[in-house]
């Protein structure tokens, strides 16, 4: 079995095959801390909320019947953590990551010309967004889920994500623009 | 999508790409999930283990009540030997039936 799928590993590790949870691990690790990143603006508690959505993972897995995608699930487990510290760190002052501390990877950009001026003032528009709008630009434009489970993983209906996607979208735009 | 969507996509993918997950993290998350399990068979041992015991206590309640009736069984009847007979049976067959099973809990508890 080259490329199992989550439930075939996730039935392995029901009989028992602990380490086979490693596999779920590397699939998953970069695209959680990803969303708790954003979410937080802060890497070190985005470290201990992705090994606290594994760790609650593995131990609920009985109770994952399966009714959405595993991703979905171990996304809203992440999500849940991650709103839950921003909201307590809501009391002390937010250290948000500056311009050199975001890390790049040689991922292109797929739209249209955009210099590094162009990025730094959509990083600060970014930046401007509260945690649960961060949430969905990520969840949409990075993780490119559909519009239904977003909706699953934030827990509003599918209609008010497109509503709040749409004025997250025109607020970037707003942003972008007073910095010009 | 139309066009601007795609650009606006485009542009907050390549202001805020996706992050690494630091070297070491999933081997910690590894190390912590083997812990979970361990604590979870120890946790099933242990309640194996009770049950076990609760049903052994319970059936030693009940024969000790037949012996002392039996005991007081009047002279030339079998009195308590009988009992404690069905006891030793009792215990043997368990025995039997149980080594594998309590060996193999108990080498997950210890």
């Known amino acids: 079995m080259k490329n199992p799928t989550d439930n075939e590993i996730l039935a392995r590790v029901a009989r028992g095959d602990t380490e086979a949870f490693g596999l779920i691990v590397g699939r998953y690790a970069d695209r959680l801390y990803t969303l708790a990143v954003r979410i937080t603006n802060d890497r070190e508690s985005a470290q201990d909320i992705v090994q606290e959505s594994f760790i609650r993972a593995y131990n609920k897995l009985d109770g994952f019947r399966g009714q959405c995608a595993f991703s979905s699930w171990i996304f809203r487990i992440a999500y849940n953590l991650s709103i839950d510290s921003c909201r307590r760190r809501s009391r002390r002052p937010l250290v948000r990551l500056t311009d050199r501390e975001v890390q790049t990877d040689d991922t292109p950009a797929t739209g249209g010309p955009c210099d590094e001026e162009c990025l730094g003032r959509m990083r600060r528009a970014l930046d401007r967004l509260s945690a649960e709008e961060r949430a969905l630009v990520t969840l949409y434009y990075e993780e490119e889920r559909p519009m239904v489970e977003i909706a699953a993983i934030v827990g509003i209906t599918e209609t008010n994500a497109k509503v709040r996607l749409h004025r997250v979208r025109q607020r970037i735009r707003r942003y972008m623009e007073e910095e010009q | ?110």
Do not use: H
Not at chain 2, 22 to 38: D, F, N, T, Y
Not at chain 2, 76 to 94: H, M, Q, R
């Open chain 2, 1 to 110: 999508m139309n066009k601007k969507e795609r650009e606006l996509a485009g542009w907050i993918r390549a202001a805020a790409p996706r992050e690494k997950a630091p070297a070491g993290l999933e081997v910690r998350i590894m190390k912590q999930v083997r812990e979970c399990e361990e604590r979870r068979r120890c946790r099933r041992a242990i309640g194996a283990m009770a049950w076990v015991c609760a049903k052994t206590a319970a059936a030693v309640i009940v024969l000790s009540c037949v012996a002392i009736r039996c005991a007081d069984a009047p002279a030339g009847t079998d009195g308590a030997s009988f009992p404690f007979g069905l006891v030793g049976a009792i215990f043997a067959f368990g025995i039997t039936c149980c080594y594998d099973e309590g060996r193999q809990l108990f080498r997950e508890w210890m």
